[in-house]
């Protein structure tokens, strides 16, 4: 089975990091996991709907909307608690709305009329949670609420180099991305500037194929709870910025559905 942490793999470094995660979660789980890269541009949508999908992370959104009639929807596995104080011990996130650190803008509201980037629009934090952010004040303006939506971009990365080089104004982090960029990016974190944060919701969870055993999907959960109590572990936690990982529960994540469709009915069905 195959392990990737693509999403959260902030630089090589970080991906090593995950890379001796999940060597520790096979060995205690007893199931081979090969990580593979599946880096940009390959499709994460192709990622997910592999066979031999072992342990790898999935956005919540696209799991929670998944309408794929050839393959079955992923099982939910665990999911992090970043360690920073902001999420409460709790496996969740934001979205945080950067800026340049040097921009005059102070505050959302002073947005309007500029270049906002997005990553893709079935992305939770890239996405979904700015446009349910934007949606009362888009709504109340008169004509579009940003000059330009620019976009997709893909990844955080991306947002963070449109953001830095000017291509873009402003634009969405996944809130854990960010805190890992901190952590061993300083200075290209220190060119950013958070101005706000949408409201936490479940953070992607790690699943595994539909066509799993309950067995190995049982060891691989069980594996993933034991990274907190781990001593051995301690200084992969830390720099990973996250306390462990709790079980992933479903209905959690069928919010993120119900959100998307609120936010379509408050009349604001996407970025502008």
Do not use: K
Not at 22 to 34: C, K, N, W
Not at 129 to 149: C, I, K, Q
Not at 154 to 165: L, Y
Request: net charge neutral.
């Amino acid at each position: 089975m195959i392990a990737n942490a693509r999403m959260y793999a902030v630089n090589a470094h970080v991906a090593a990091l995950w890379e001796r995660l999940f060597a520790g979660i096979a060995t205690h789980a007893g199931v081979a996991l090969d990580v593979v890269a599946h880096a940009p541009p390959l499709p994460l949508e192709a990622l997910w709907r592999r066979g031999d999908l072992g342990c790898a992370f999935m956005c919540g959104y696209p799991w929670s909307t998944w309408r794929d009639g050839e393959v079955l929807r992923p099982r939910l596995l665990a999911a992090p608690r970043p360690a920073a104080a902001r999420y409460g011990d709790r496996a969740v996130y934001c979205t945080d709305i950067v800026v340049r650190a040097d921009a005059a803008v102070r505050d959302p509201g002073a947005l309007r009329g500029t270049r906002f980037a997005y990553t893709t629009e079935t992305s939770q934090s890239g996405y979904q949670a700015p446009r349910e952010f934007f949606a009362d004040a888009a709504v109340a303006a008169t004509g579009p609420w940003f000059a330009e939506v620019v976009g997709p971009l893909q990844t955080p990365r991306a947002i963070v180099d449109a953001v830095i080089e000017g291509r873009a104004d402003a634009g969405p982090l996944d809130s854990y991305w960010h805190d890992l960029l901190r952590r061993h990016e300083p200075g290209t974190a220190a060119r950013l500037r958070t101005i706000a944060s949408t409201p936490p919701t479940p953070i992607p969870p790690l699943v595994c194929a539909a066509s799993t055993d309950d067995a190995t999907r049982l060891r691989l959960i069980d594996a993933l709870r034991a990274v907190e109590g781990d001593a051995g572990a301690g200084e992969l936690r830390d720099a990973l910025v996250i306390r462990g990982f709790s079980v992933a529960a479903q209905g959690e994540y069928a919010m993120l559905a119900a959100r998307a469709r609120d936010t379509d009915a408050r009349g604001y069905p996407r970025l502008r």
